[in-house]
């Protein structure tokens, strides 16, 4: 990268960095874990369901040191700037699939296989796993102590996220 890229790639993160609201990456990371819990609870190959559900509760507890450290928005719209049109996109689609992933009895391997990789490739662009490591290392250079492992555990879970779903994908598709 040359100097010039360098001042272009952090003049973004500093203007990133203004509309942060660490709050937020509750609702992220509360629909994250509803959709991995869910899906962890539709298949009947205890080794995919059990990887899922790993992620799930793993999201649902940044969800809870996000909510200690920092609250919780009254709601979603607060967020909307920070999340980006995508990203808001993406978290209701996600909220939606729950919803009617929960009303269902049981989801066959290509049916979760398809869910994980609409939500992997949308995650790409705004996904519980890209914001929270982005938000979580910039949000490090700031943070003091406590808050400042936690938050450094969060960032490197979100890389072991990825990879668990990865291969439940490959799994998925054998």
């Given amino acids: 990268m040359n100097p010039t890229q360098k001042i272009k790639y952090f003049t973004c993160i500093s203007i990133t960095v203004e509309k942060i609201r660490p709050e937020c990456l509750y609702f992220l990371e509360q629909i994250a874990s509803e959709f991995y ?89 705004a996904g519980e796993e890209i914001y929270s490591k982005i938000y979580s290392s910039l949000l490090e250079m700031e ?3 406590l808050l400042k ?3 450094k555990s969060i960032s490197s879970q979100e890389d072991f996220h990825y990879k668990i779903v990865s291969e439940v994908l490959r799994e998925l598709k054998k």
């Avoid at 369901?49 to 920092?70: C, D, P």
């Avoid at 928005?73 to 909307?80: A, I, S, T, V």
């Fill in 37 to 125: 819990l869910a899906l962890a609870t539709k298949i009947n190959d205890k080794r995919i369901a059990k990887s899922l559900e790993i992620v799930g509760r793993e999201s649902k507890n940044h969800a809870e040191i996000i909510e200690t450290f920092f609250g919780r928005p009254e709601n979603m719209d607060q967020c909307l700037k920070m999340f980006g049109r995508e990203g808001s996109q993406m978290l209701s689609e996600m909220k939606k699939t729950v919803e009617e992933v929960s009303r269902r009895e049981y989801l066959s391997p290509e049916e979760i296989a398809r869910l994980l990789e609409k939500f992997n490739s949308l995650e790409l662009v």
């Fill in 143 to 145: 943070a003091k102590d």
């Fill in 149 to 151: 492992v936690l938050l």
